[in-house]
């Protein structure tokens, strides 16, 4: 019965638009209001917020976060796109193949998908236009491929779902790798067919191509080196034992000061305030989420949810096949009402023992729950990474959405085979 009332009072919240973190914390004091015998009041629900950012890992949030807005001012994203279109802008679909493949690499700088959309879209898009695609294509392909920012390593939801599940930080950023490819080798099959289709203006193409090759291979790598650096840096640390990924965090922030002030000179010391206040408003309302998130976690491992859910779905979903349908239509449709964080914080918890009771891996499960809230950053009514792009285009949303899903269709065709093939995902780990 309480259960049921903080469900409903949580999707009433969300519907009138309170603040994540806000329904979040309101639902986690609920429980004791109701019922007075739980032993969880607002006391102890301010102490588990409190005690939940008490976290070395956690740490690392900000700081890849802050690494990743030093990134975007000192322009990694035109240096690695500028690479990337070098090798591939004379073949069809040459562009939208750089853009897909520059977000699969700034996602490995930024870690987040809203951060990877803007950054790239900010420069891509226009130019992108300039070249004769249509202005929808072009902002619906970012938005898409900004997801691969929350997939490919380091991801910020990643960290989250290891706080939660105890699985290791460096194996989930691991995993993530070879379904990332993945889904980046999805959307640029469909961006050939569309190209295929409809044509290129092949004109406008070989008068940039040309430009940019008439700079030669060397200068164009040696100008990308640094942007491609930063990835290799970041998880060769962690995965050569050198750094935790707290500490790789923390490599990140002063690898992207360096290049951003010293080597691409795009970003001045006088800036860097400016840079630490962004930062902070960009990641202090998240802390607060999972900060809310944890709390709620308690209520929901005190008020046995996981158990009682757990024997619901086992006693009408006993193949392993069925409860990862289940877990995908879950995480679908949280991804469409809620941002990747305080899904996986609220949902790890009660999904993690069905998962395993069926024998499923909990990296395999955490990089699929993670795939599926990145489709949520394109679909309705949150769709974070719809909104980012409309506001740097000004193209309505729901515009960009309709363009998107063929694209959000081919993402889902690459997650069936992520979900269903666990070796995709297990295989680096192993």
Request: contains cysteine; proline residues 6%.
């Amino acid at each position: 019965m309480v259960v049921g009332v903080i469900v409903l009072l949580f999707v009433v919240a969300l519907m009138v638009g309170t603040p994540m973190g806000v329904a979040i914390a309101g639902c986690s004091i609920l429980p004791n209001l109701f019922a007075p015998s739980v032993p969880y009041n607002v006391d102890s629900a301010m102490r588990s917020m409190v005690g939940g950012l008490d976290s070395f890992v956690l740490l690392a949030i900000p700081l890849f976060m802050f690494s990743g807005v030093i990134m975007a001012r000192g322009g990694i994203s035109e240096k690695l796109f500028n690479l990337f279109a070098y090798f591939c802008g004379n073949l069809t679909s040459g562009f939208p193949t750089a853009v897909i493949i520059t977000c699969l690499f700034y996602g490995a700088i930024s870690g987040s998908g809203p951060a990877t959309t803007a950054a790239v879209g900010a420069m891509t898009i226009p130019f992108m236009t300039k070249l004769g695609y249509n202005p929808v294509f072009s902002t619906s392909l970012v938005a898409v491929a900004g997801g691969l920012g929350v997939i490919i390593p380091p991801s910020i939801p990643v960290i989250s779902y290891s706080t939660i599940s105890g699985a290791s930080v460096a194996d989930l950023f691991v995993a993530g790798i070879l379904p990332g490819f993945l889904v980046a080798l999805f959307l640029i099959a469909y961006s050939f067919m569309v190209c295929k289709r409809n044509g290129e203006d092949k004109e406008k193409l070989r008068a940039y191509y040309k430009e940019v090759h008439d700079r030669g291979w060397k200068n164009v790598l040696m100008d990308g080196f640094w942007a491609l650096l930063a990835p290799v840096i970041v998880l060769g640390s962690i995965y050569g034992g050198i750094a935790t990924p707290t500490e790789a965090a923390a490599i990140s922030v002063y690898y992207a000061l360096f290049v951003s002030v010293f080597i691409y000179k795009n970003l001045r010391w006088k800036e860097l305030l400016e840079v630490l206040q962004e930062s902070v408003r960009t990641y202090a309302s998240l802390l607060f989420v999972i900060s809310s998130a944890v709390a709620l976690s308690r209520v929901i491992t005190l008020l046995q949810v996981s158990v009682v859910v757990e024997q619901a779905v086992l006693a009408k979903v006993s193949s392993k096949i069925g409860v990862l349908l289940l877990i995908n239509v879950i995480m679908l449709f949280a991804g469409m009402i809620m941002d990747a964080v305080p899904a996986l914080m609220i949902f790890t918890p009660i999904l993690l023992p069905i998962a395993t009771s069926v024998g499923i891996d909990p990296i395999h499960l955490g990089i699929i729950m993670i795939a599926n809230l990145a489709v949520g950053f394109v679909t309705p009514p949150v769709g974070i990474n719809l909104y980012v792009s409309s506001n740097m285009t000004g193209i309505p949303v729901l515009r960009i959405a309709k363009s998107a899903v063929p694209f959000i269709i081919a993402f889902f065709l690459a997650l069936m085979l992520i979900t269903f093939v666990p070796e995709i995902s297990l295989m680096l780990v192993k």
